[in-house]
């Protein structure tokens, strides 16, 4: 248990609560001319402010509670990155009751279970998802209200849901004017649900504290201020979208929202990036790949002004960084998780060590990054006790803090996820080296263990992506009659790949790994298994190639 120590008093207003109200609050009086920027369904740009963009807030406020939400009540919401979806984060908050983030991409089996299981009573949504809620109406046994989202007022609701509501025509006869509460900071406001790889999908519910800290955090670890442009590619159903419209809004940033977009049409974005000017900006290795490859088709490449790009879910290749590099842009790896809001790490080259060679620099920005203030961690082996910090021992992250969740919401299986001390176990393998940065070997379940000994995954991966003509690539371990696992790895190519071959791979690799270590084979495939939030799903790969070895 965490020892507390009780101090002298203090005399300042420690009652006052941290509310998510306050971004806006403060964006629209200080910020009030600053563009708020969101892309339609058809490709137009809807332009606005924060001020007018405080006084929807205002309406929609109004409107939830003509609609009888009451504090402590679950609103899903399911849209893309856009205005709307700010609106209600802030709306749906700010008077007390909580936005629970529904993933389109998950199965109608969890989607139902999300619903019901947060027992949400009104649901946003899209009128481009309106079928992945009309797919499973039947089964929900809470909801009494459904919004429907367009880019454009409609008197003519196309659904089959009932009893459904035009979202801007609830807010047309509103006052922008609303009494906003303040509300127990430990209260949630917002919940979300981890992508169900292994069993249902778990709740994590995060307060308003805990948001309010997140995102002083993210700002300045980030140094974020009123000179950026931000703009929103993490889907905003997952995980908040890390937060980075949080972060615009408590800074006075131009705040720009993708809209609806796919990893194989990255165009949209690429020329948000540049017609904005962006200046930061957030997404996965999975949309910056292939955001390099349409610019690399571009007669005139870009060259970006200060533009950092927050890189997570799985390690970019280090080929990737170096190419925004060359146009003016840093990808900074970071790390986190949907129980840790999600930040625990973030890379960034020290000054300290701005002495070192070059190579040695890109392999410290290939890691994971530097813990974050405020977060306790540990690394820890097979018997709890705490490894060396000297980049090969690998343990377990554990972490604790103001943004790590201390239980899953009514599910058994937080007894087996914490320790007894409140730690969260990650199931992440870890290093830390001596200038304190943290590197991801593997997911403990995906680690490969061959003839005895371990092999990393994710340095076969970020290899084999290193190859200019390879597209992605995911190793997994496969059950083998001699060696217990064996590497498999499977690899897309790009469209100007001709005639490789898997022994052009295995050579391109072969200085880094022992031959041990290599994969057995390499497979040419048009796409590679994801998961709901575009990781490389190991299970799906397991699944289909469980007896490849066996059989060869």
């Known amino acids: 248990m965490i020892k507390m120590v009780e101090g002298f008093p203090s005399t300042f207003g420690d009652d006052y609560q941290l509310n998510t109200n306050e971004f806006i609050r403060y964006a629209a009086t200080t910020f009030p001319e600053v563009e708020v920027i969101s892309r339609n369904l058809d490709g137009t740009l809807m332009r606005y402010n ?50 629970l983030q529904i993933n389109p991409r998950i199965s109608d089996e969890d989607r139902s279970y999300v619903i019901n299981h947060a027992g949400a009573t009104v649901i946003c949504i899209s009128e481009s998802m309106v079928s992945l809620i009309e797919s499973v109406q039947e089964e929900l046994d809470n909801v009494r209200e459904y919004i429907i989202l367009h880019d454009e007022k409609q008197n003519i609701i196309k659904t089959k849901l009932t009893p459904a509501h035009d979202y801007e025509t609830l807010l047309e006869p509103e006052s922008s004017q609303y009494d906003w509460p303040m509300i127990n900071e430990c209260s949630a406001y917002s919940g979300a649900y981890t992508s169900g790889t292994t069993g249902k999908p778990k709740a994590v519910y995060y307060s308003h504290r805990t948001i309010c800290l997140h995102t002083l955090c993210l700002s300045t670890l980030c140094s974020i201020n009123a000179n950026d442009v931000l703009m929103q590619i993490v889907p905003m159903f997952h995980c908040h979208g890390w937060g980075v419209f949080f972060c615009a809004a408590l800074t006075g940033a131009k705040l720009v929202f993708s809209g609806k977009y796919t990893a194989e049409e990255t165009q949209p974005l690429v020329d948000l990036l540049i017609s904005e000017k962006v200046t930061m900006t957030c997404g996965a290795p999975a949309i910056f790949m292939p955001m390099l490859h349409y610019i690399k088709t571009l007669k005139d490449k870009p060259h970006f002004n200060n533009l950092r790009m927050l890189s997570g879910a799985t390690a970019p290749p280090v080929s990737v960084m170096k190419d925004y590099a060359a146009m003016g842009a840093d990808i900074i790896h970071a790390y986190g998780a949907t ?76 007894k087996d996820a914490f320790t007894e001390d409140g730690y969260w176990k990650s199931g992440d393998a870890l290093t830390m080296d001596k200038y304190g940065y943290l590197k991801v070997t593997d997911r403990f379940k995906d680690v490969i263990k061959s003839g005895g000994e371990w092999i990393s995954s994710i340095d076969l991966e970020n290899a084999i992506m290193a190859h200019p003509h390879v597209v992605e690539a995911s190793v997994a371990g496969i059950p083998h009659p001699k060696w217990e696992e064996r590497p498999l790895a499977l690899v897309v190519l790009n469209n100007t790949a001709r005639d490789v071959t898997e022994e052009d791979i295995l050579n391109f690799i072969m200085p880094k790994f022992a031959k041990w270590q290599l994969p057995d084979r390499i497979l040419f495939v048009d796409a590679i298994p994801k998961t709901s939030v575009g990781k490389f799903s190991k299970k799906d790969i397991r699944k289909e190639y469980g007896n490849f070895y066996s059989q060869q």
């Open 50 to 99: 924060y001020e007018k963009a405080y006084a929807r807030v205002g309406k929609l406020a109004n409107a939830l509670k003509k609609l009888g939400v009451k504090p402590g009540d679950r609103i899903g919401v399911m849209e893309w990155n856009t205005h709307r979806f700010f609106e209600l984060y802030l709306a749906i908050s700010g008077i007390g009751a909580v936005l």
């Open 339 to 414: 129980e840790t809001t999600p930040i625990v790490s973030l890379n960034f080259l020290k000054p300290s060590l701005a002495h070192l060679p070059e190579e040695e620099k890109w392999a410290l920005r290939l890691k994971q990054g530097c813990p974050v203030p405020f977060v306790s961690w540990k690394l820890l082996d097979g018997n709890g006790k705490e490894v060396p910090r000297d980049g090969e021992s690998v343990g377990e992250g554990h972490y604790r803090g103001p943004w790590i969740t201390a239980s899953y919401y009514d599910d058994e299986r937080s």
